[in-house]
């Protein structure tokens, strides 16, 4: 049974910095495209990064690029995802997910996911 746990989040001003985790299990780690997603009230889940199986290759929607880095620790079995510069409308709930493709961008991609962890960031 593949196991994604996110952790992290929490409650931030504005100009700081999160650094969320994702703790997998279920699954052959190395195999897998990691990416990040964001949820907030009343919109549509929004990709954030993706981070090819190896980490020779990542990936960022324009909101945050050069303000989130995604990374990963195949030995840990873990993606993390180092959040700087954070503004109030970063506000979601974050996710991660597993997809098998090379390089994910769309949800459809990603069959397992996340719970998804809260951030909240105050003005």
């Known amino acids: 049974q593949v196991q994604l746990v996110e952790s992290g989040g929490g409650l931030v001003q504005a100009g700081g910095s999160l650094r969320l985790s994702c703790a997998a299990s279920g699954l052959t780690f190395s195999s897998y495209t990691m990416g990040w997603f964001r949820q907030a009230p009343g919109k549509e889940r929004e990709f954030l990064a993706a981070?090819?199986?190896?980490?020779?290759?990542?990936d960022y929607a324009d909101p945050v690029k050069g303000r989130f880095i995604i990374s990963r620790d195949n030995a840990k079995n873990t993606v993390y995802l180092q959040m700087n510069s954070l503004k109030p409308e970063d506000t979601a709930v974050y996710s991660c997910?597993?997809?098998?493709?090379?390089?994910?961008?769309?949800?459809?991609?990603?069959?397992?996911w996340g719970q998804g962890t809260q951030v909240t960031v105050s003005s």
């Open positions: 997910a597993a997809s098998r493709y090379l390089l994910a961008g769309a949800v459809s991609e990603y069959p397992y």
């Open positions: 981070i090819r199986r190896t980490g020779s290759r990542t």
